[in-house]
C-alpha cells in the first residue's frame, strides 16, 4: 500500500491564517504539528506500508519536504504540479509514477488537510477497505453524518458487501438545509470524506474508459518529467492542457465498482473556522481561544491572537483571527463566506490574498517589518548552514545590519564575515550571496531602498534549491 497525500488546496475559508503562498496543510492548526505532518502521522502502524507519495504545487515543494524531515519520515516521490487540475490528474500522476517501479500497489489517497481524531478507527478503516480493493473495487470512505451539514457532499449506500460496506448507489452535490436534514434523518447517506482506496492500475483503467483526456495528458506529462532535486517536474505543457476535474466527477460517479467503507474516526475537513472551533477543547462558555486573549461576558466564539493581546467584551457567536497583517471579525455562521472575501482581494491586487508577512523560504524566512515610497524594512533569519542564492538587484541597494550569528558576505569579488552588531552594505546591481555559516540561526535586519522593491527583481546566478 502506497499513500498518496495530495498537497495541493489553498484553503481559502481559513484566511487570514491560511492563504495562498502558505495554506492551512502546513500550518499547526490543532496540536503542534503541522496538518501534514498530523497526516503523515496517522499512517504509522498500517501494515505493508510503503513510503508516500505527495503531490503538491511547485511553490510549496520545500515546505512539504522539509515537514516530513522534520517528523523522520521521507517520500518515495514528490511530485510537483506546475498548475492546479484538481484531484482526478493528481492522482493519475501518483498511479502511474507508483506503476514506474514494476508493482501494482493500492493506492490510499489522502487530502493533507484533514483531522481524524480517532487513529486506530481510521485504520481499521483502511484495512476493511483494503480486502474491497484488492477485489478490484474503487474504494471511498464515507463518515456518519452527525449534522444537517450543508458544506458536505454525500454518499448514498446501496447493496451490502460486508458489515462496513456497500456499493454506491450515488454520489450527491452539497445539499440545501432541508435536504441535508432528510439525509439526516434517513440514514441512507454518507459524509464524503474525500478519501480513497484503490488499486493504481484499477484507477487508471478506469479513469481511460471514462475521461481517456485526462489520462492521455498526465502519461505525456509523466513521460516528459524531470527530476529536481528530491523533486519531479512533470511537463508543464502537458499538464497544462490537462482538465480540471476531481476524481468524483471523473470516475467514481461512472464507474460500476464504487464502494463505500463506513469510517467513524472522527473525521473532519476542517473547511472553515466553525469546523476548527467545532473539533477544539472549548472553554466553560464555549469559547475557543489561542494567544494572547481576554474576554469578559462573551461566549461561543473564537478568538485567535498571532502576536498581540486581542480583547472582547459583551460579544457572542463571533469568529476573530488576528495576524501580522489582517484581521478577519465574522459572524460565526458566516464563516463559509470568508472566501469571498479572499475574492475580492485578489480582484482589487491585495497581496494579503496571497502571502502572509512572514514568507518562508528553504534557506528560512524573512518578515516584512515595514514598508514606505523607495524603501523596505525586512527582518531575515538563515538557518544553521544555509545560503541564499548568488544575485543582484537592478532597482535597489541593500543595507543589512546582524543582530544574532554570523553572516558569510560574498559581496562582488570581496568575501567577509559579519557578526552581530556590524553591517555591509549592497550597492545596485553587484552580485552578492548570504550565507549561515554557524551552527545558530542568522538573524539580521534588511533595508531595502530604490525605486522597484518587488521580489521579482532578483536575478540568480546560482542556486542551491533550483531555483530560476
Not at 265 to 276: C, F, R
Amino acid at each position: 500500500m502506497v499513500p498518496v497525500i495530495l498537497c495541493g488546496g489553498t484553503g481559502s475559508r481559513l484566511w487570514p491564517l491560511s492563504r495562498e503562498a502558505y495554506p492551512k496543510q502546513f500550518l499547526p492548526l490543532i496540536g503542534g504539528e503541522t496538518m501534514l505532518q498530523a497526516t503523515v502521522r496517522r499512517l504509522e502502524g498500517l501494515q505493508r506500508l510503503q513510503a508516500p507519495i505527495l503531490v503538491c504545487n511547485e511553490e510549496h515543494r520545500f515546505a512539504a519536504a522539509e515537514q516530513l524531515q522534520e517528523i523522520g519520515h521521507g517520500a518515495q516521490s514528490i511530485l510537483l504540479e506546475p498548475c492546479a487540475r484538481n484531484t482526478a490528474p493528481a492522482i493519475a500522476l501518483a498511479a502511474l509514477t507508483a506503476l514506474e517501479c514494476g508493482e501494482d500497489p493500492l493506492l490510499l489517497v489522502l487530502p493533507a488537510d484533514h483531522t481524524v481524531a480517532d487513529v486506530p478507527a481510521f485504520q481499521s478503516a483502511v484495512q476493511a477497505a483494503a480486502a474491497l480493493a484488492e477485489q478490484g473495487y474503487l474504494v471511498t470512505f464515507g463518515v456518519a453524518p452527525t449534522r444537517a451539514e450543508t458544506g458536505y457532499g454525500y454518499i448514498r449506500r446501496g447493496e451490502a458487501l460486508g458489515d462496513r460496506a456497500w456499493k454506491v448507489m450515488a454520489f450527491v452535490e452539497k445539499p440545501d438545509d432541508d435536504t441535508a436534514k432528510s439525509y439526516l434523518a434517513g440514514g441512507e447517506h454518507a459524509w464524503n470524506s474525500g478519501i480513497f482506496l484503490l488499486r493504481a492500475s484499477r484507477y487508471l483503467e478506469e479513469l481511460g474508459q471514462h475521461r481517456g483526456d485526462i489520462l492521455a495528458a498526465c502519461r505525456s506529462a509523466c513521460a516528459h518529467a524531470a527530476r529536481d532535486l528530491d523533486f519531479t517536474r512533470v511537463d508543464k505543457t502537458a499538464f497544462a492542457a490537462c482538465a480540471d476535474e476531481s476524481v468524483d466527477y471523473a470516475v467514481m460517479e461512472c464507474t460500476e465498482t464504487a464502494a463505500v467503507v463506513s469510517m467513524d474516526a472522527g473525521w473532519s475537513d476542517v473547511g472553515s473556522w466553525l469546523g476548527l472551533w467545532e473539533l477544539a477543547e472549548r472553554d466553560a462558555d464555549d469559547n475557543l481561544l489561542q494567544g494572547d486573549v481576554l474576554l469578559e461576558d462573551s461566549e461561543g466564539c473564537l478568538v485567535r491572537a498571532e502576536n498581540r493581546l486581542v480583547s472582547l467584551l459583551g460579544v457572542k457567536d463571533l469568529v476573530v483571527v488576528d495576524t501580522d497583517d489582517a484581521l478577519l471579525i465574522a459572524g460565526k455562521q458566516r464563516v463559509q463566506e470568508v472566501k469571498k472575501l479572499v475574492h475580492n482581494l485578489k480582484r482589487s491586487g491585495r497581496s494579503e490574498a496571497r502571502r502572509h508577512r512572514k514568507v518562508y523560504r528553504p534557506w528560512g524566512y524573512y518578515d516584512s517589518i515595514d514598508a514606505g515610497p523607495r524603501f523596505q524594512v525586512k527582518r531575515i533569519v538563515v538557518k544553521p548552514g544555509q545560503q541564499l542564492s548568488r544575485q543582484m538587484h537592478h532597482h535597489r541597494a541593500e543595507h543589512w545590519v546582524v543582530v544574532r550569528g554570523t553572516a558569510r558576505v560574498t559581496r562582488g569579488e570581496e568575501e567577509l564575515l559579519i557578526t552581530e552588531n556590524q553591517s555591509t552594505y549592497i550597492s545596485l546591481g553587484v552580485v552578492h550571496r548570504l550565507e549561515n555559516p554557524g551552527t545558530i540561526p542568522l538573524e539580521l535586519i534588511e533595508v531595502q531602498s530604490g525605486s522597484y522593491l518587488g521580489e521579482d527583481d532578483i536575478v540568480r546566478f546560482d542556486d542551491d534549491y533550483g531555483r530560476n
